[in-house]
């Protein structure tokens, strides 16, 4: 008689796997997952390069703003080198003062280098930012931002900057600015 043994045979029942049809769904399913991801990869990219951008320009715009504090404006001794910008030009020193800078002396009319206009290659280590710094007598033109005394200026600085990114070839790539505002009391 011949026995066949039980060791021998193997019974696909009760075993546990995956079937073809389950492993090409679940290979399906993760290609689509990592197409989206890598669609959403020059988005993101942008979103680090403008917060990059914004920092940077806004970092420019608070070193003048420091800048617009540190030089001297006092009534007694008259020296004015925070100046005041005529219309859309750079501050000056205003009319009948004058400014004393270290060994350089400014006279009334004569432009502060201080607040000189930068171009996009004229910041040191920034190229591309651009800088404007324009002051504002508080006590002339209806004041500064509601405040109307002749011992104040507002100081605005603007930095100009291209997005260095563009998302896709259908959006056009134009510049920013960063503006800050501070009031600078006289000393």
Known sequence: MTHVSSIGRRSLRGESGFTLPEVLLAAMIITVAFVTLLAVIPYSSAAVQSGSQISTATFLADQKLEEAKLVPWTATPDNDCLGVSNGSN??????????????????????????????????????????????????????????????????????????????????????????ATMIIAQR
Do not use: E, H
Not at 128 to 154: E, F, K, P, W
């Open 90 to 179: 750079a501050p000056s020193v205003p009319g009948g003062t004058s400014c004393t800078l270290g060994a350089n002396v400014y006279n009334g009319g004569q432009a502060l280098p201080w607040a000189a206009d930068q171009n996009a290659t004229q910041i040191t280590n920034f190229n591309g930012y651009s800088r404007t710094v324009r002051i504002t007598d508080c006590n002339l033109g209806g004041g500064c931002t509601g405040i109307t005394d002749s011992g104040m200026r507002q100081v605005t600085v603007s930095v100009t900057y291209t997005p260095g990114f563009s998302v896709d070839s259908t959006t056009a790539v134009t510049s920013k600015t960063i503006t």
